[in-house]
Each structure stands twice: as C-alpha cells, then as structure tokens.
Nanobody, 113 residues
Framework: QEQLVESGGGLVHAGGSLRLSCVAS????????MRWYRQAPGRERELVAG????????SLADSVKGRFTISRDNAKNTVYLQMNSLKPEDTAVYYC??????WGQGTQVTVSS
C-alpha cells in the first residue's frame, strides 16, 4: 500500500522548534522529489519546501527561509522539515506531498504567542 504518514506536529511557543517527519511506504521513495505544504484555517494550501529525489537540491518559500530546513533520508524513506524560530503565523496543518500519491493525512502545528 502506497502511503505517506506525517508526524512530529504539536503545540509550541513562539521562538520554539519542531521537526516534522514524513515516512513513505509502498513505492521507491528515492526516485521522487518531495514537498511540504501547509494549510492554515480559512486559507489555501501553500507550498513550504521542496527537495529533489537525491536531496541535492532544495527550495523554501520566502516566508520560511532562514528558519526552516527540508532534508531526506532515502535509506529510511523519510523526508523531514526542521522548523526553528516558529511564529504564530506558522500555525497550520502540514502535509508532505509526492506527485505519485498526493498528500499525506497531515500533522497539526500550533504556535502560541
């Protein structure tokens, strides 16, 4: 069964950090670029970060540059999103995405002020 399962969300104070994980299964993870998206209440889903299949190329939305890092471990079929210096406006459900499958179920991140 092909699936993406996110974890690592939670409640954190502004300025804190979280690391999200997305474990892939059922397909050859190392062949696919991966992305992280987020969706805040009442807003459209937005692209946060992307990483190439071998991890050699990454991109970040301007709103998270300097604070977030995307990485992957192909041996563990996992993509990560390290989030530092979190702000209340980072509050959203975070989803990992692979064009082969679509989105995972999401993990909630809440940043209190």
């Amino acid at each position: 069964q092909e699936q993406l399962v996110e974890s690592g969300g939670g409640l954190v104070h502004a300025g804190g950090s979280l690391r999200l994980s997305c474990v892939a299964s059922g397909f050859t993870f190392s062949e696919y670029p991966m992305r992280w998206y987020r969706q805040a209440p009442g807003r459209e889903r937005e692209l946060v970060a992307g990483i190439s299949s071998n991890g050699g190329s990454t991109s970040l939305a301007d709103s998270v540059k300097g604070r977030f890092t995307i990485s992957r471990d192909n041996a563990k079929n996992t993509v990560y999103l390290q989030m530092n210096s979190l702000k209340p406006e980072d509050t959203a459900v975070y989803y990992c995405y692979c064009y082969r499958l679509g989105w995972g179920q999401g993990t909630q991140v809440t940043v209190s002020s």
